[in-house]
């Protein structure tokens, strides 16, 4: 019997007014937004080294910053959602924007742990949370057609933003400290990301792609309360909750790892190994993400996550097993995120095919919480194992564990079920 609460929106035969190059603006816009949002995240791990002198802690309690952070970032999604699809995105955007600026100006005197948890945790993760759910329910919205190139797009706009910042921000580190460069790129993010989302707008509700009527038309409206109803929704939470943990644990660790393993200081290419390695990873961050969206595009979702967590897992292998070789490090290292960057097209991608556009923005808010418990099994409590051990091995041996669990379950578990579910509410097979 068909799911009441399951509802089938009608065809749209009228033409919309708005020209098809409008969502093209918009989602450079959107990545725009993203990029203003990326370095709290991804340039971390060099705060961690003077964290730690300066406020006389240990790593576990510095890496509780970026843990709340990511947290606050993924718990508070749904209702930034609600919010967003009942007001539209401009206003909320842009103090999500603000907001990030100012945690990172606020950040900058911080003297005490509590501090720094309150401004570059707390008020970064509810601002970049704001943004990221925002501008990821926008895109798959204006891209019915082709919701995984377009999320990742605007998703390489997170992981790739930090390569604008990175060299600069390590560079102002050793030149200026601390606090000045904090205060400095506070401002820099906040301004260029309110100016963006100021240009941010939906689609009007007739708004359709000539070709995918039909497709759109044939993929159910479901609530965010019946979506949590539903197996395949917490099949694809406890997956991106895997692979959330396997990306942040190197997102968050890699200055302390690469430290340990005695290479993060070793000239490579005419430049230090860490801070080249984190400039390659931002970059093959961000190409996964559209790269791996488009492909999945074409051969289908489950597919496409089975061969690119496998591809984590692979080198995650390979780069423990070569961890002392300075050259195998930093290459291997942007081979390690190419293999995880794509979760954040592939998931929100998957989700709003599944339970369609209508919730989409709230409903991915939901499935995005797994990146916060992600953030604390791969931040703080992987910190803890290190300290327990005394060795990174542990930490990698459950993480690239972690990566081929997750390859398996896509195709053997997830593709079947979210198949069955589609069958169930009378859905053309959209899982390929």
């Known amino acids: 019997m068909e799911n009441p609460a399951l509802s089938i929106p009608s065809p749209v035969s009228a033409e919309t007014s708005v020209s098809l190059s409008t969502r093209w603006v918009q989602l450079v816009l959107g990545l725009v937004c993203m990029m203003s949002i990326s370095s709290p995240q991804y340039v971390w791990t060099l705060f961690t080294k003077p964290l730690t002198a300066k406020l006389s802690v240990s790593l576990a309690e510095v890496q509780w ?74 895109m798959v919205k204006w891209f019915p057609d082709k ?19 990175t060299i600069p921000v390590s560079r102002s580190l050793t030149a200026a400290g601390f606090s000045s460069t904090l205060s400095t790129y506070g401002m820099i993010f906040g301004i260029i990301g309110i100016v963006a989302a100021l240009c941010l707008r939906m689609p009007p509700v007739d708004f359709v792609v000539k070709g995918t009527e039909s497709k759109v038309s044939n993929v159910p409206s479901v609530p965010p309360k019946v979506m949590l109803t539903t197996p395949v929704f917490w099949l694809m939470f406890a997956m991106m909750t895997m692979m959330s943990t396997s990306g942040l644990m190197v997102v968050s660790q890699m200055a302390a790892f690469a430290k340990d393993f005695g290479v993060a200081q070793v000239v490579v290419f005419g430049m230090a190994a860490l ?15 559209p790269f791996f969206g488009w492909v999945s595009d074409r051969i289908g979702r489950e597919n496409t996550m089975t061969l690119a967590f496998t591809l984590e897992g692979c080198a995650m292998f390979t780069w423990l097993l070569l961890r002392n070789q300075p050259i195998p490090f930093v290459l291997l290292s942007g081979v390690v995120f190419f293999g995880w960057g794509e979760i954040f097209s592939l998931f929100p991608s998957t989700l709003t095919d599944t339970f369609g556009p209508k919730h989409g923005t709230t409903n991915y808010g939901f499935l995005y919480m797994a990146q916060g418990i992600g953030s604390i099994l791969g931040g703080p409590l992987a910190a803890l194992l290190y300290q327990k051990t005394g060795t990174w091995i542990t930490v990698f041996a459950l993480i690239i564990a972690m990566d081929f669990v997750t390859a398996i379950l896509a195709f053997t578990v997830l593709k079947p079920m979210r198949k069955r579910y589609l069958e169930a509410n009378h859905v053309g097979a959209q899982a390929t």
């Open 65 to 138: 910053t970026i843990s709340i952070l990511i947290i606050l970032q993924t718990f508070f999604s749904p209702f930034q959602g609600v919010l967003i699809d009942k007001f539209g995105p401009k206003a909320l955007l842009s103090f999500g924007a603000a907001l990030t600026g100012i945690s990172w100006v606020l950040a900058a005197n911080a003297s005490s742990l509590s501090a720094l948890y309150l401004t570059y945790g707390g008020l970064g993760g509810i601002g970049t949370g704001i943004v990221y759910v925002g501008v990821v329910g926008l």
């Open 147 to 165: 919701r995984g190139f377009a999320c990742g797009m605007v998703a390489a706009g997170y992981g790739m933003g930090a390569i604008l910042t």
């Open 275 to 289: 801070p080249l390695a984190l400039t390659i990873d931002r970059f093959t961050n961000g190409l996964t993400r």
